[in-house]
Structure formats: structure tokens, C-alpha cells
């Protein structure tokens, strides 16, 4: 028993890249040292323990080999997210610095159509009152000449009235001159 235990220690041994302990089973005892059973079995547990200890910590060093694989990985990928999210923060920037340049733009044309139409404006209230001056100058005259003409026709009545009455008295003067005038045949016809 005691022998399959140092056995199970030797694959232990080897599993952790250590030398075997080899057992002698020899008369010839000047190069050997004897340990008790009690010793040898405290011997068997320490480097029981000790090969499970290096166990465990070859574990919890792959263990953090992998998490320390894990994190780096981690770490790229969020220095990678990163380097999209500032990446994306310029870009929009640049679209920003983009649109505020074309609202500048915008306001700049805006004030300039503002400035001409309010120029168009002025203009139009010139002419407008050019026009309206002509317009009043237009009146003015149209009035005159309807007065003229109003005159005009007030004397044309006038004249076609004294005109009417001149050829009713040439008429009866003529009437009255066929009467006294002695008739003859031919006259009558």
C-alpha cells in the first residue's frame, strides 16, 4: 500500500515535469536514508499537498492567463468601440462644423434678398409715386378736357339751337314771302 502510494506521488511528480522518487528495495543501506512510516506517510501528504498546491496555482495561473487573454481582449474591443465612438464624434463635427457653415450661408443669401428686395421695395415706392404723380397729372388734364369738352358741347347746343331757329325764321320768312308773292300756275306746281 505504502509503495502504491509513493506511485500515485511519482505520477504527480511527472504531471509537474518533476523527476520520480525511485524506491529501493536493497540490503546494502549506506546510501539511503530510512525514514519511519509515520515520517514517510507525513513525507507522502506534504508532497501530496504540495503536488495539489502546485496544481491548483498551475489552475488559477491558467485561470488568469485566460482572464488576462479575456480582459486584453476586452480592452481592444472597448479601445476599438472607442476609437469608432471619437472616430464618429469627429465625424459629426465635421458635420456640424458642415451645417453651420451652410446656415451661415443661408443667413448670409437670406440677408442679401432681404437687402435686395427691401432695395426692390424702395424702388417700387418711387415709381410709385412717379406713377401716382403722373397719374394725378393725368386726372387733372382728363378733368380739364371734360370741361372742355362739356363746354364744347354746351356751345354746340348753342349753335345747333340758333342754327334750328335761324331755318325755322328763314323758313317762315319764306312762307311768308310765297304768300304775298303773286301765284302762278308754275309756281304751284
Known amino acids: 500500500m505504502e509503495e502504491a502510494e509513493w506511485e500515485s506521488i511519482n505520477v504527480l511528480l511527472l504531471m509537474h515535469g518533476l523527476k520520480p522518487l525511485s524506491l529501493v528495495k536493497r540490503t546494502d543501506m549506506k546510501d539511503l536514508i530510512i525514514f519511519d512510516k509515520q515520517s514517510s506517510q507525513r513525507m507522502r501528504e506534504n508532497l501530496k499537498t504540495l503536488m495539489e498546491e502546485t496544481s491548483r496555482q498551475q489552475n488559477m495561473i491558467r485561470e488568469l492567463i485566460e482572464t488576462n487573454k479575456q480582459l486584453k481582449n476586452e480592452l481592444q474591443l472597448q479601445q476599438s468601440r472607442a476609437a469608432d465612438q471619437e472616430q464618429r464624434a469627429n465625424d459629426l463635427e465635421q458635420i456640424m462644423e458642415s451645417v453651420k457653415s451652410k446656415i451661415g450661408e443661408m443667413e448670409d443669401e437670406s440677408l442679401n434678398r432681404v437687402c435686395q428686395q427691401q432695395n426692390k421695395i424702395k424702388e417700387l415706392q418711387k415709381e410709385h ?57 308754275l309756281d304751284r306746281q
Open 129 to 185: 409715386k412717379v406713377l401716382q404723380a403722373k397719374c394725378e397729372h393725368y386726372e387733372k388734364k382728363q378733368m380739364e378736357q371734360q370741361e372742355t369738352i362739356a363746354s364744347l358741347q354746351k356751345d354746340v347746343y348753342t349753335l345747333t339751337k340758333e342754327d334750328e331757329e335761324r331755318i325755322i325764321t328763314r323758313n317762315r320768312v319764306f312762307s311768308y314771302l310765297c304768300k304775298r308773292v303773286p301765284h302762278t300756275i
